[in-house]
C-alpha cells in the first residue's frame, strides 16, 4: 500500500472578479480577450496549434514496430494483422471495411482474454498509453500475449479478431477522435463472447484514458474490475453496470482547479 | 413508378421514387456509403431533370418509406393539408423551385406549410444551388417565444453551450458567465450533460435556473438529456424551462434513440404543464443531422438529406421553440468535407424553414473530417444571410467535453455586426442594463458579479 498523501493546505485564491480569473474553473477556452469582434493574434493561433496536433493525431501512422518492441519491454509477446482498408482515406470513409479482417491475418489460438490495440482515431494515443495499459492489465490476469496490433482498425474489428483466435471476451484499445484539449485519449472496449454482429450496447466503454484524464493506473483497476465482474456475470454491455466504488480523483482535481 | 431523363447521350432509369431522390441528390459521402448515389456526374444531373418534371402531386401517392410500417410516414400524409397544398397542386418539383425564386412571400409561404411534405421540400433542395437555398430561406419567418422571442426579423439568437468534462457545475457557470459578457444565452443556456442520469441532469437543471434568476436574464435554459431522463427530472421536480430530444426521420431511427411520437407527446404536456414560459408556449428543443438514420441501419434506401427533412415532419408536430442540425457532427463518413457540409448545413435550414420551424445549425465539424475554421465562417456567413434562427456559442469554439469545433461567442459577434444582426428583443435589453456594452476589457461588470453564479 503506498503511504498517505500529505495533506495538502488548500490553495487560498481571491474571489473572481477579472474576466481571466474565470479560467480557474474550468479547462474551456474562457477569458480570450477581442479585438473588435474577433479574436486576438495569440488565441487564433492557439487554436490553430490545437487543430493541427489533432489533425496530425487523426492522419499519423501507427509505429507498429515500435509498440511491438515497447509490449516486449513490459513482458508481452504481439503480432501485427491490419483491417480491409488500404489506407487512412478509406478508412475514414469506410467504417465497414474497418470492421473486417484483410484477407489471410494469421492469428495464434487464444482462449482467455484477446487484447487488440488499434490505431483508431489517434495513432498518437495507442502508440503512447496502449503498452504501459497492458503493461499492468494482461500480468495481472496471468497473461503475457500475444497482444493483436491492428492497423486500421474500427472497434467492431476486434470482434472479428477474437472469433479467430477463439477467444472467450475481447478488450480493444482503441484511439479516440482527437479534441483540440485531447489528441491522445484512449478507449478500451469490453465484449464477452465476440463475434461479428455484436452491437455497442453489448459493450462495455472506458473512456479519455490519457495523463490529464483517467490516468493510466485507474484505468487498469477499473478494467480489471470490469474483467472481473463480466466473467462472473458472463456477460458485457448494459447488462454489466459500471459500478466500481468511485475513488477520490484527486489528480483530476488539480488539473482542473 | 420508373422515372427516366436522357443526358449527354445516355438514357437514365430510376425505378422508383426513393431511387430518383437519392440518384439526384449532390455528393456526400453517406449516400456512397450506404450505395445508393449516382454513379456518375451524369447519371446525377440526369436524376435532377427527371425530378424536376415530377408532379408534387406523386409525393401524396407514392411514400418512400412504406406508410403501414412507418409513423413518421403516416404522420406526414395523415398531417397533410390540400387546402394548403392547393395554390402549387398543379407544379412540378422544378416549378415550385421557380416559384419560389419568383413568387414566394413571407406571407404566402406561411400560408403554404401545411400543404408541403418534407418529401417536396427536400426534392426541391436537390435541384437548388446554394444561393437559392440562401434567396428562397431568407423569405421564411418563423418566430416562436418561451421567455422572449426568438426569429423576429433582423434578428440572430446564440445558443449558449457551456459544456463541461465531467458535468462540474462551477465550470459549467464559468463558462456560461462568459458567453453572457460576449452577447450570447438569448436561444437557450444548453448543456449537454457528460453524463445522462436523473442526478446530474437535476443538479445542472438547479444550477443554471438559479445562474438565470440571480442574473434576471430573460432567456431559458435546458439540460440535453435523454427525454425519458428530463421527464424524471420534471416528475422529481426539478425546473425544466425545455424538453430536448434528439430526432430522426424513420420509426426505426427514432426507436434507436429510444424514442416515439407517444413518448415525445407526453414529454411536451409535461413541460407544459410547468407553465415556466413567460411570453410564450414554446417548450420542445429538438436536433437532427444528416447520416443519423444510416448510422442507426434504419435509412430504408432512403437518401440521408431526405431522412433528414422526415425528421422535421417530427419536430413540427410538437411546436418546438428550437430545432438546429448538427450538421457537421455526425461524421466524414456522412459528411466528408468543408464543401459537403457547406451545402448540408444549408439544405436543413432551407428544409426546415419552408416547413415552418425556428431552425438553427450548429455548425461544425469534427477532427477526423476534411474542414476547419474557414469553412465554418464560409457557412457561418451564409447562414446568415439566410436567415438563421440560431447558432451554437462555445467558448473558443472548442468543445471540450464533444471534442469537436462548433462556432465561438466572438463569431456570433462577428456575424452579428458584419450583417447588422441583433439579439432577441427581451434579451436585447437585459444586455445593455448591464451595461456590457461599456464594461473595460478585462473586469467584470458588477450586475454580473461572479459570486452571484456560484463562483468565489
Given at each position: 500500500?503506498?503511504?498517505?498523501?500529505?495533506?495538502?493546505?488548500?490553495?487560498?485564491l481571491p474571489p473572481p472578479v477579472l474576466w481571466r480569473d474565470l479560467r480557474r474553473f474550468?479547462?474551456?477556452r474562457l477569458a480570450l480577450g477581442r479585438v473588435g469582434h474577433g479574436l486576438p493574434t495569440a488565441a487564433?493561433?492557439?487554436?490553430?496549434?490545437?487543430?493541427?496536433?489533432?489533425?496530425?493525431?487523426?492522419?499519423?501512422?501507427?509505429?507498429?514496430?515500435?509498440?511491438?518492441?515497447?509490449?516486449?519491454?513490459?513482458?508481452?509477446?504481439?503480432?501485427?494483422?491490419?483491417?480491409?482498408?488500404?489506407?487512412?482515406?478509406?478508412?475514414?470513409?469506410?467504417?465497414?471495411?474497418?470492421?473486417?479482417?484483410?484477407?489471410?491475418?494469421?492469428?495464434?489460438?487464444?482462449?482467455?482474454?484477446?487484447?487488440?490495440?488499434?490505431?483508431?482515431?489517434?495513432?498518437?494515443?495507442?502508440?503512447?498509453?496502449?503498452?504501459?495499459?497492458?503493461?499492468?492489465?494482461?500480468?495481472?490476469?496471468?497473461?503475457?500475449?500475444?497482444?493483436?496490433?491492428?492497423?486500421?482498425?474500427?472497434?467492431?474489428?476486434?470482434?472479428?479478431?477474437?472469433?479467430?483466435?477463439?477467444?472467450?471476451?475481447?478488450?480493444?484499445?482503441?484511439?479516440?477522435?482527437?479534441?483540440?484539449?485531447?489528441?491522445?485519449?484512449?478507449?478500451?472496449?469490453?465484449?464477452?463472447?465476440?463475434?461479428?454482429?455484436?452491437?455497442?450496447?453489448?459493450?462495455?466503454?472506458?473512456?479519455?484514458?490519457?495523463?490529464?484524464?483517467?490516468?493510466?493506473?485507474?484505468?487498469?483497476?477499473?478494467?480489471?474490475?470490469?474483467?472481473?465482474?463480466?466473467?462472473?456475470?458472463?456477460?458485457?454491455?448494459?447488462?454489466?453496470?459500471?459500478?466500481?466504488?468511485?475513488?477520490?480523483?484527486?489528480?483530476?482535481?488539480?488539473?482542473?482547479? | 413508378?420508373?422515372?427516366?431523363?436522357?443526358?449527354?447521350?445516355?438514357?437514365?432509369?430510376?425505378?422508383?421514387?426513393?431511387?430518383?431522390?437519392?440518384?439526384?441528390?449532390?455528393?456526400?459521402?453517406?449516400?456512397?456509403?450506404?450505395?445508393?448515389?449516382?454513379?456518375?456526374?451524369?447519371?446525377?444531373?440526369?436524376?435532377?431533370?427527371?425530378?424536376?418534371?415530377?408532379?408534387?402531386?406523386?409525393?401524396?401517392?407514392?411514400?418512400?418509406?412504406?406508410?403501414?410500417?412507418?409513423?413518421?410516414?403516416?404522420?406526414?400524409?395523415?398531417?397533410?393539408?390540400?387546402?394548403?397544398?392547393?395554390?402549387?397542386?398543379?407544379?412540378?418539383?422544378?416549378?415550385?423551385?421557380?416559384?419560389?425564386?419568383?413568387?414566394?412571400?413571407?406571407?404566402?409561404?406561411?400560408?403554404?406549410?401545411?400543404?408541403?411534405?418534407?418529401?417536396?421540400?427536400?426534392?426541391?433542395?436537390?435541384?437548388?444551388?446554394?444561393?437559392?437555398?440562401?434567396?428562397?430561406?431568407?423569405?421564411?419567418?418563423?418566430?416562436?417565444?418561451?421567455?422572449?422571442?426568438?426569429?423576429?426579423?433582423?434578428?440572430?439568437?446564440?445558443?449558449?453551450?457551456?459544456?463541461?468534462?465531467?458535468?462540474?457545475?462551477?465550470?459549467?457557470?464559468a463558462a456560461t458567465l462568459d458567453g453572457l459578457l460576449l452577447g450570447a444565452g438569448?436561444?437557450?443556456?444548453?448543456?449537454?450533460?457528460?453524463?445522462?442520469?436523473?442526478?446530474?441532469?437535476?443538479?445542472?437543471?438547479?444550477?443554471?435556473?438559479?445562474?438565470?434568476?440571480?442574473y434576471?436574464?430573460?432567456?431559458?435554459?435546458?439540460?440535453?438529456?435523454?427525454?425519458?431522463?428530463?421527464?424524471?427530472?420534471?416528475?422529481?421536480?426539478?425546473?425544466?424551462?425545455?424538453?430536448?430530444?434528439?430526432?430522426?426521420?424513420?420509426?426505426?431511427?427514432?426507436?434507436?434513440?429510444?424514442?416515439?411520437?407517444?413518448?415525445?407527446?407526453?414529454?411536451?404536456?409535461?413541460?407544459?404543464?410547468?407553465?415556466?414560459?413567460?411570453?410564450?408556449?414554446?417548450?420542445?428543443?429538438?436536433?437532427?443531422?444528416?447520416?443519423?438514420?444510416?448510422?442507426?441501419?434504419?435509412?430504408?434506401?432512403?437518401?440521408?438529406?431526405?431522412?433528414?427533412?422526415?425528421?422535421?415532419?417530427?419536430?413540427?408536430?410538437?411546436?418546438?421553440?428550437?430545432?438546429?442540425?448538427?450538421?457537421?457532427?455526425?461524421?466524414?463518413?456522412?459528411?466528408?468535407?468543408?464543401?459537403?457540409?457547406?451545402?448540408?448545413?444549408?439544405?436543413?435550414?432551407?428544409?426546415?424553414?419552408?416547413?415552418?420551424?425556428?431552425?438553427?445549425?450548429?455548425?461544425?465539424?469534427?477532427?477526423?473530417?476534411?474542414?476547419?475554421?474557414?469553412?465554418?465562417?464560409?457557412?457561418?456567413?451564409?447562414?446568415?444571410?439566410?436567415?438563421?434562427?440560431?447558432?451554437?456559442?462555445?467558448p473558443g469554439?472548442?468543445?471540450?467535453?464533444?471534442?469537436?469545433?462548433?462556432?465561438s461567442f466572438h463569431?456570433a459577434l462577428y456575424?452579428r455586426g458584419?450583417?447588422?444582426?441583433?439579439?432577441?428583443?427581451?434579451?436585447e435589453?437585459w444586455l445593455a442594463g448591464m451595461g456590457l456594452a461599456h464594461a473595460t476589457p478585462d473586469r467584470i461588470p458588477a450586475a454580473l458579479s461572479p459570486a452571484l453564479a456560484?463562483l468565489s
Open positions: 500500500m503506498p503511504p498517505p498523501r500529505p495533506v495538502q493546505p488548500p490553495v487560498l474550468t479547462p474551456a487564433h493561433l492557439d487554436f490553430q496549434a490545437a487543430h493541427a496536433a489533432a489533425r496530425d493525431a487523426v492522419h499519423a501512422a501507427l509505429d507498429a514496430p515500435r509498440l511491438c518492441a515497447d509490449l516486449a519491454a513490459a513482458g508481452l509477446s504481439s503480432v501485427t494483422v491490419r483491417s480491409a482498408c488500404p489506407d487512412r482515406r478509406t478508412y475514414l470513409l469506410r467504417p465497414d471495411l474497418g470492421r473486417r479482417l484483410a484477407d489471410h491475418q494469421p492469428l495464434p489460438p487464444c482462449p482467455a482474454i484477446a487484447f487488440v490495440v488499434s490505431d483508431g482515431l489517434s495513432a498518437t494515443a495507442a502508440q503512447r498509453h496502449a503498452a504501459p495499459l497492458l503493461g499492468l492489465v494482461m500480468p495481472a490476469l496471468g497473461q503475457s500475449g500475444p497482444v493483436v496490433i491492428a492497423r486500421q482498425g474500427r472497434v467492431a474489428l476486434g470482434d472479428a479478431i477474437a472469433a479467430a483466435m477463439g477467444a472467450e471476451a475481447v478488450a480493444v484499445l482503441i484511439g479516440e477522435r482527437p479534441g483540440l484539449s485531447a489528441p491522445d485519449s484512449l478507449g478500451v472496449y469490453l465484449t464477452w463472447a465476440p463475434r461479428p454482429g455484436r452491437t455497442d450496447a453489448e459493450r462495455n466503454c472506458i473512456s479519455n484514458i490519457r495523463p490529464e484524464g483517467l490516468a493510466i493506473p485507474a484505468a487498469a483497476d477499473k478494467l480489471l474490475w470490469l474483467i472481473a465482474r463480466m466473467r462472473r456475470l458472463r456477460v458485457t454491455g448494459i447488462a454489466l453496470k459500471d459500478e466500481q466504488p468511485a475513488r477520490v480523483d484527486e489528480e483530476r482535481k488539480d488539473v482542473l482547479f | 413508378m420508373p422515372h427516366a431523363a436522357t443526358v449527354n447521350g445516355t438514357r437514365h432509369v430510376f425505378a422508383d421514387l426513393r431511387t430518383l431522390l437519392a440518384r439526384a441528390t449532390p455528393l456526400r459521402s453517406g449516400d456512397v456509403l450506404a450505395g445508393i448515389a449516382a454513379e456518375t456526374a451524369s447519371e446525377r444531373v440526369a436524376g435532377q431533370f427527371a425530378l424536376a418534371d415530377l408532379p408534387l402531386r406523386s409525393f401524396l401517392n407514392e411514400a418512400v418509406i412504406p406508410y403501414e410500417s412507418d409513423e413518421i410516414t403516416r404522420l406526414i400524409l395523415d398531417s397533410h393539408s390540400a387546402q394548403a397544398f392547393a395554390p402549387i397542386a398543379a407544379l412540378t418539383v422544378g416549378g415550385l423551385r421557380d416559384w419560389l425564386l419568383a413568387d414566394a412571400t413571407p406571407e404566402t409561404l406561411a400560408a403554404l406549410r401545411p400543404g408541403l411534405t418534407p418529401e417536396m421540400v427536400a426534392a426541391v433542395a436537390k435541384i437548388c444551388r446554394l444561393q437559392d437555398l440562401v434567396a428562397i430561406a431568407a423569405k421564411c419567418r418563423v418566430t416562436t417565444a418561451f421567455r422572449n422571442t426568438i426569429g423576429l426579423p433582423g434578428r440572430l439568437s446564440v445558443r449558449l453551450q457551456p459544456n463541461h468534462p465531467i458535468d462540474d457545475p462551477r465550470g459549467v457557470a438569448d436561444a437557450v443556456i444548453g448543456v449537454n450533460p457528460a453524463t445522462d442520469s436523473v442526478a446530474a441532469t437535476s443538479t445542472l437543471l438547479h444550477m443554471l435556473d438559479q445562474v438565470r434568476a440571480r434576471a436574464i430573460p432567456t431559458q435554459t435546458c439540460v440535453l438529456a435523454h427525454v425519458t431522463t428530463t421527464l424524471r427530472c420534471i416528475e422529481a421536480g426539478a425546473p425544466v424551462d425545455l424538453v430536448f430530444q434528439s430526432i430522426g426521420g424513420t420509426q426505426a431511427a427514432n426507436r434507436g434513440f429510444g424514442i416515439d411520437l407517444a413518448l415525445l407527446a407526453e414529454a411536451q404536456q409535461a413541460a407544459l404543464s410547468l407553465n415556466r414560459g413567460t411570453v410564450g408556449h414554446n417548450v420542445m428543443y429538438f436536433e437532427t443531422g444528416q447520416g443519423s438514420a444510416l448510422s442507426a441501419e434504419a435509412h430504408h434506401g432512403v437518401d440521408q438529406q431526405t431522412i433528414e427533412a422526415r425528421a422535421y415532419a417530427v419536430a413540427r408536430r410538437f411546436a418546438p421553440l428550437l430545432v438546429n442540425s448538427v450538421v457537421g457532427f455526425i461524421g466524414p463518413e456522412y459528411l466528408h468535407d468543408g464543401k459537403q457540409i457547406i451545402r448540408a448545413g444549408l439544405e436543413d435550414h432551407f428544409c426546415g424553414k419552408l416547413l415552418g420551424l425556428p431552425m438553427g445549425v450548429d455548425i461544425c465539424y469534427t477532427n477526423h473530417a476534411e474542414a476547419d475554421q474557414d469553412d465554418m465562417d464560409a457557412l457561418l456567413t451564409l447562414l446568415a444571410v439566410a436567415g438563421v434562427t440560431y447558432i451554437m456559442g462555445v469554439a472548442d468543445d471540450i467535453m464533444l471534442s469537436y469545433q462548433s462556432t463569431d456575424v458584419v450583417l447588422g444582426r441583433r439579439p432577441a428583443p427581451e434579451f435589453a456560484g
